[in-house]
């Protein structure tokens, strides 16, 4: 007997497919009460809060969702080095969880994501602090823009640099436009926090074009 697949029902085409080409949790393997079909439940619901993190110096504030644990590491991987582009109304749906226990609203902000620049666009094909910017925004009802700042100095994946190398691959790295609101604040997302190098260069051309304050919400670090 032919199937006629267009006409299966989206969640039974699933089942079928998870038959036979079974999805694991990114974080511990499970296969069970998958979110996204990639991570369970109980990781999810695992997510802790991150240590305390020296603010960079040009930021008037600084927000850090969760720690980048065990738990959280390998789901980050996969969405920044994997295509793994779903991930982020996941994420971000965490994020804004995070952010409405802790109180936090962005009345006057513009959620501006750190931008790549277009050689490592080419190579991955999007920007995970971009998706991630906008999915928020989406969430928390902030506007977004990737308009508003440039990187135009290249290198290696941070992950893969000293401390050093990051800081002098941030430097000057940047150019941004002004406000299009002189009260607009500027809140910088990022996926995840290693030195603060990047926000704090990022914020520092932000308000050198005229941000009057800057802060940095991160997903994890």
């Known amino acids: 007997m ?6 299966l029902p989206a969640n039974l085409l699933d089942l079928l497919l998870d038959g036979v080409f079974p999805r694991h949790c990114l974080a511990c393997g499970r296969d069970d009460q998958l979110r996204d079909g990639q991570v369970c439940e109980r990781c999810l619901n695992s997510l802790v809060s991150t240590v ?4 960079p110096k040009q930021l008037d504030s600084l927000i850090i969702g969760f720690a980048y644990n065990d738990t959280l590491r390998p789901i980050i991987h996969h969405y920044k080095f994997h295509n793994g582009t779903s991930l982020a109304n996941l994420l971000a749906s965490k994020l804004a969880d995070r952010l409405k226990e802790l109180n936090l609203k962005f009345e006057d902000s513009v959620l501006i994501p750190v931008p790549d620049h277009p050689a490592r666009r080419r190579e991955r094909g999007y920007n995970p602090s971009e998706l991630l910017a906008k999915a928020l925004g989406e969430k928390i009802g902030v506007i977004h823009s990737s308009k508003l700042t440039v990187r135009y ?14 800081e002098k691959l941030a430097k000057d790295a ?15 997302v990022d996926d995840v926090i290693r030195t603060g190098a990047t926000l704090n260069q990022l914020a520092k051309t932000l308000k050198k074009a005229g941000w009057k304050r800057v802060e940095g919400l991160v997903l994890c670090g």
């Open 52 to 55: 305390p993190f020296e603010k």
């Open 174 to 188: 940047f150019q941004a436009l002004p406000p299009p609101n002189s009260d607009f604040r500027a809140v910088i």
């Open 2 to 7: 032919k199937v006629d697949w267009e006409k």
């Open 153 to 166: 100095r290249y290198g290696h994946h941070q992950s893969l640099m000293t401390p050093d190398k990051r």
